[in-house]
């Protein structure tokens, strides 16, 4: 029985991670990692999970915007929605009149992403499986059919998508043991929780002398503050990883472009593998300056992610399964990846995207890709014990999931006492 969408719940969750300084960079220096969180319940008892991350301030504005797509989904019944998902995600995300508010970008895209992201997990649900195999298992015009080929079409046509690159028979060719691959060793990682920017250099030596004895060989840092600053606690993280683990930094969109040259020239002794978002993560021709360094961008749809591939303007891609518009969107960017032959490094800084992530980025190397060359993904270690099934890192690998849907269902308990402004946890904060 395929299920019927009838109640669409909404919620305003919000972490205070800003009092341990978790999350802390150059440009977002006390967030508050939040999620609009969606929960979709159906006629059958089956519910779908979807979240949106936020930092904090202007959840709200998130969860009015969801709240303004939920007439488009409540009553449509899951198999209508599959069937034609590509014209479900043009639904959401073209709507004649609240697309104004985008197109594709900002507020609505997230919102977006929250309801598709339940989808998503519904469908997995009423599969049976996780996300992930989901995927694997689907055939490839099923796959194709997904993406919203509109805008991109000068990039990567749905015939190439069939044709000449990912999902074409090549990389069909041992799938099974990828996936047993997978099963067994999991999907490299790297950590961002070692380097906050308000962390002491103390902590910085601590948590990064910990993370080695825990396997841990890839490290980010987050940089952009203060130069000077930066170099000593770069310095200081090359010394205590030694010179033959792997240090990537992170700007998060703070500097100009000749600034961001400049910046990069003098923390480039220290053998950044990548700089992360250097500069606006609109500047195109911005990026295609500094590039002469490795540069890693996260942009907010998929002809951003188009252009930059084009100008040659970055040499990894970070696709984010909220920033973008769910799973739909970012298989287009995989693809297109793929085509250009740049590797996908997903960002998974926030709360629940690390549990997003593993999803697509597992489906990536099984059916696209088909390649660890230079690949890896975030994780942070952070808020994992809100989730009823959360991230397993072993060997600093990810671990495929084995429960049924998209990994992202929050414990009850956890969202009433996290709730804004009424859980406990913001109650007691406002007392103080």
Same mark, same amino acid.
């Given at each position: 029985?395929?299920?019927?969408?009838?109640?669409?719940?909404?919620?305003?969750?919000? %972490?205070?991670?800003?009092?341990?300084?978790?999350?802390?960079? &150059?440009?977002?220096?006390?967030?508050?990692?939040?999620?609009?969180?969606?929960?979709?319940?159906?006629?059958?008892?089956?519910?779908?999970?979807?979240?949106?991350?936020?930092?904090?301030?202007?959840?709200?504005?998130?969860?009015?915007?969801?709240?303004?797509?939920?007439?488009?989904?409540?009553?449509?019944?899951?198999?209508?929605?599959?069937?034609? %998902?590509?014209?479900?995600?043009?639904?959401?995300?073209? /709507?004649?009149?609240?697309?104004?508010?985008?197109?594709?970008?900002?507020?609505?895209?997230?919102?977006?992403?929250?309801?598709?992201? &339940?989808?998503?997990?519904?469908?997995?649900?009423?599969?049976?499986?996780?996300?992930?195999?989901?995927?694997?298992?689907?055939?490839?015009?099923?796959?194709?059919?997904?993406?919203?080929?509109?805008?991109?079409?000068?990039?990567?046509?749905?015939?190439?998508?069939?044709?000449?690159?990912?999902?074409?028979?090549?990389?069909?060719?041992?799938?099974?043991?990828?996936?047993?691959?997978?099963?067994?060793?999991?999907?490299?990682?790297?950590?961002?929780?070692?380097?906050?920017?308000?962390?002491?250099?103390?902590?910085?030596?601590?948590?990064?002398?910990?993370?080695?004895?825990?396997?841990?060989?890839? %490290?980010?840092?987050?940089?952009?503050?203060?130069?000077?600053?930066?170099?000593?606690?770069?310095?200081?993280?090359?010394?205590?990883?030694?010179?033959?683990?792997?240090?990537?930094?992170?700007?998060?969109?703070?500097?100009?472009?000749?600034? &961001?040259?400049?910046?990069?020239?003098?923390?480039?002794?220290?053998?950044?593998?990548?700089?992360? !978002?250097?500069?606006?993560?609109?500047?195109?021709?911005?990026?295609?300056?500094?590039?002469?360094?490795?540069?890693?961008?996260?942009?907010?749809?998929?002809?951003?992610?188009?252009?930059?591939?084009?100008?040659? &303007?970055?040499?990894?891609?970070?696709?984010?399964?909220?920033?973008?518009?769910?799973?739909?969107?970012?298989?287009?960017?995989?693809?297109?990846?793929?085509?250009?032959?740049?590797?996908?490094?997903?960002?998974?800084?926030?709360?629940?995207?690390?549990?997003?992530?593993?999803?697509?980025?597992?489906?990536?190397?099984?059916?696209?890709?088909?390649?660890?060359?230079?690949?890896?993904?975030?994780?942070?270690?952070?808020?994992?014990?809100?989730?009823?099934?959360?991230?397993?890192?072993?060997?600093?690998?990810?671990?495929?999931?084995?429960?049924?849907?998209?990994?992202? !269902?929050?414990?009850?308990?956890?969202?009433?006492?996290?709730? %804004?402004?009424?859980? /406990?946890?913001?109650?007691?904060?406002?007392?103080?």
């Amino acid at each position: 029985m395929w299920p019927s969408g009838q109640i669409f719940c909404l919620k305003d969750v919000r %972490f205070p991670t800003s009092v341990e300084q978790l999350g802390s960079d &150059a440009m977002h220096t006390d967030p508050d990692y939040s999620a609009a969180y969606v929960v979709l319940e159906t006629d059958c008892n089956l519910r779908g999970f979807g979240l949106t991350f936020t930092l904090g301030k202007g959840t709200e504005i998130v969860v009015c915007a969801v709240k303004a797509l939920a007439g488009l989904v409540v009553g449509k019944c899951l198999r209508e929605i599959v069937s034609d %998902f590509r014209g479900f995600y043009r639904l959401l995300s073209s /709507d004649s009149q609240m697309r104004w508010l985008g197109p594709e970008k900002g507020v609505i895209h997230l919102a977006t992403a929250a309801v598709l992201n &339940a989808v998503w997990d519904l469908w997995a649900r009423a599969e049976g499986k996780p996300l992930w195999k989901l995927l694997v298992d689907m055939d490839p015009k099923q796959i194709v059919s997904c993406i919203d080929f509109r805008y991109i079409t000068d990039a990567l046509t749905e015939e190439e998508a069939l044709g000449e690159i990912g999902l074409n028979p090549k990389s069909q060719e041992g799938k099974q043991q990828r996936e047993h691959q997978m099963l067994m060793e999991g999907y490299p990682a790297y950590t961002t929780s070692c380097a906050w920017i308000g962390y002491s250099d103390q902590l910085l030596q601590q948590l990064c002398t910990d993370a080695l004895r825990s396997g841990w060989t890839k %490290f980010k840092v987050k940089v952009g503050a203060d130069l000077e600053d930066d170099v000593r606690r770069c310095r200081l993280i090359r010394e205590t990883i030694g010179p033959n683990n792997t240090m990537m930094i992170d700007a998060n969109q703070r500097w100009d472009v000749a600034e &961001a040259i400049e910046w990069v020239s003098r923390l480039a002794e220290f053998k950044p593998l990548w700089i992360e !978002e250097p500069t606006s993560p609109d500047d195109i021709l911005g990026h295609a300056t500094i590039s002469k360094a490795s540069l890693f961008i996260l942009c907010h749809n998929r002809v951003m992610f188009k252009q930059f591939l084009q100008a040659a &303007a970055l040499q990894f891609v970070q696709i984010d399964a909220c920033r973008l518009g769910s799973v739909n969107e970012n298989l287009a960017v995989l693809l297109m990846a793929h085509k250009f032959k740049v590797p996908v490094c997903p960002h998974a800084g926030g709360v629940g995207l690390c549990e997003l992530m593993q999803h697509l980025i597992l489906f990536d190397y099984i059916c696209v890709s088909v390649s660890l060359s230079n690949r890896m993904c975030e994780f942070v270690d952070h808020l994992h014990e809100h989730f009823t099934s959360p991230v397993v890192i072993q060997n600093a690998c990810y671990m495929p999931p084995k429960d049924p849907g998209y990994s992202c !269902e929050m414990f009850e308990s956890s969202v009433r006492r996290h709730q %804004f402004p009424d859980g /406990d946890v913001w109650r007691l904060d406002m007392k103080k």
